[in-house]
């Protein structure tokens, strides 16, 4: 999809065709689109179609028609009502008289611009374009590692209650998906780091702070995915321990009714092999099958007693 922004006395509106100072908004670009914006910006074919490689780094390259600023941006995806949470690339280029985003999804950072939501936002200030969308990716980071940490409490919790596999396989997931932000994370940080370095974009004074914020807030991100990274996987070994102990506890369990099952199995097997009853304790007793029953009874009592007092029912 392919669509034109441009603002005009400080409100954003949608334009029919590319103009000077326009945002080129390109999501999830078809072939022919992307072959119509190279053609039209003099373009290398291969440069807008980085931003639809899931696997491309976090990178600034630099040529005579174009600066390419490109991070890697959090996302969600409903998968067997779960979210899984993972990132993508999105790229930024500054052309000529136009800033170009590409994006193989409609992320809530390009909505929250298209839509008009960003306060101060400008499609020809090129280089406050830039940090305010590296400043909605940062707060974007933030929302869904809270959300991330919201929900690994509420398997826990689950956890307590119940220790199935389905929860730990939730625990993975999402430790999974920390991982992704993390490497994204600190792959954009170099990003940051060179902007912040370096002249690539023009960097205006009333800029300074925003450039400054971006780079706390990616900080932050950092460090609360490490933080929650570690609590996830100590949480997942702690579980799997207690998983494995309440599997042992069953075990024992059953192999204690077992033995305790057997006495009785035993002596009535006894009694009732083929042999001459003459041998046999009270054969010969009317009351016989009686006072065998109360005796493997009592024994089979005896033997649970014994187990209970050495604590093997805990």
Same mark, same amino acid.
């Given at each position: 999809?392919?669509?034109?922004?441009?603002?005009?006395?400080?409100?954003?509106?949608?334009?029919?065709?590319?103009?000077?100072?326009?945002?080129?908004?390109?999501?999830? #670009?078809?072939?022919?689109?992307?072959?119509?914006?190279?053609?039209?910006?003099?373009?290398?074919?291969?440069?807008?179609?980085?931003?639809?490689?899931?696997?491309?780094?976090?990178?600034?390259?630099?040529?005579?028609?174009?600066?390419?600023?490109?991070?890697?941006? #959090?996302?969600?995806?409903?998968?067997?009502?779960?979210?899984?949470?993972?990132?993508?690339?999105?790229?930024?280029? %500054?052309?000529?008289?136009?800033?170009?985003?590409?994006?193989?999804?409609?992320?809530?950072?390009?909505?929250?611009?298209?839509?008009?939501?960003?306060?101060? *936002?400008?499609? *020809?200030?090129?280089?406050? *374009?830039?940090?305010?969308?590296?400043?909605?990716?940062?707060?974007?980071?933030?929302?869904?590692?809270?959300?991330?940490?919201?929900?690994?409490?509420?398997?826990?919790?689950?956890?307590?209650?119940?220790?199935?596999?389905?929860?730990?396989?939730?625990?993975?997931?999402?430790?999974?998906?920390?991982?992704?932000?993390?490497?994204?994370?600190?792959?954009?940080?170099?990003?940051?780091?060179?902007?912040?370095?370096?002249?690539?974009?023009?960097?205006?004074?009333?800029?300074?702070?925003?450039?400054?914020?971006?780079?706390?807030?990616?900080?932050?991100?950092?460090?609360?995915?490490? %933080?929650?990274?570690?609590?996830?996987?100590?949480? &997942?070994?702690?579980?799997?321990?207690? %998983?494995?102990?309440?599997?042992?506890?069953?075990?024992?369990?059953?192999?204690?009714?077992?033995?305790?099952?057997?006495? #009785?199995?035993?002596?009535?097997?006894?009694?009732?092999?083929?042999?001459?009853?003459?041998? &046999?304790?009270?054969?010969?007793?009317?009351?016989?099958?009686?006072?065998?029953? *109360?005796?493997?009874?009592?024994?089979?009592?005896?033997?649970?007693?014994?187990?209970?007092?050495?604590?093997?029912?805990?």
């Amino acid at each position: 999809m392919l669509q034109y922004y441009m603002t005009d006395n400080g409100r954003l509106q949608e334009i029919d065709a590319a103009k000077d100072g326009c945002w080129i908004s390109m999501v999830a #670009p078809v072939e022919k689109e992307l072959e119509y914006i190279c053609r039209q910006y003099d373009l290398p074919d291969d440069v807008l179609k980085a931003a639809l490689d899931t696997d491309e780094r976090s990178r600034i390259e630099v040529d005579d028609n174009y600066t390419m600023v490109l991070v890697n941006i #959090p996302t969600v995806e409903e998968q067997s009502d779960r979210e899984l949470y993972s990132t993508i690339p999105m790229a930024i280029l %500054i052309v000529q008289d136009a800033m170009i985003t590409v994006c193989s999804e409609n992320s809530p950072v390009i909505k929250a611009f298209s839509q008009g939501k960003v306060k101060d *936002f400008n499609t *020809f200030m090129k280089s406050r *374009f830039i940090l305010q969308f590296l400043y909605r990716i940062d707060t974007l980071y933030l929302r869904y590692l809270r959300d991330v940490d919201k929900k690994s409490d509420e398997i826990e919790d689950q956890l307590h209650q119940s220790t199935k596999n389905s929860e730990l396989i939730e625990l993975l997931q999402l430790e999974k998906s920390l991982v992704y932000f993390t490497t994204a994370l600190r792959s954009n940080e170099a990003v940051l780091e060179k902007l912040l370095r370096t002249a690539l974009i023009k960097k205006y004074p009333e800029d300074a702070e925003l450039l400054e914020d971006v780079i706390v807030e990616n900080k932050q991100a950092i460090e609360m995915a490490d %933080i929650y990274s570690g609590i996830l996987s100590g949480m &997942m070994d702690a579980f799997a321990s207690v %998983i494995s102990n309440n599997l042992n506890i069953v075990m024992k369990t059953l192999a204690i009714i077992t033995i305790v099952m057997a006495i #009785p199995t035993i002596v009535f097997s006894a009694y009732g092999m083929n042999v001459n009853a003459d041998g &046999m304790p009270f054969a010969e007793s009317p009351l016989g099958f009686t006072i065998i029953v *109360f005796m493997v009874i009592l024994i089979s009592i005896g033997v649970a007693l014994l187990f209970r007092k050495a604590k093997m029912f805990k």
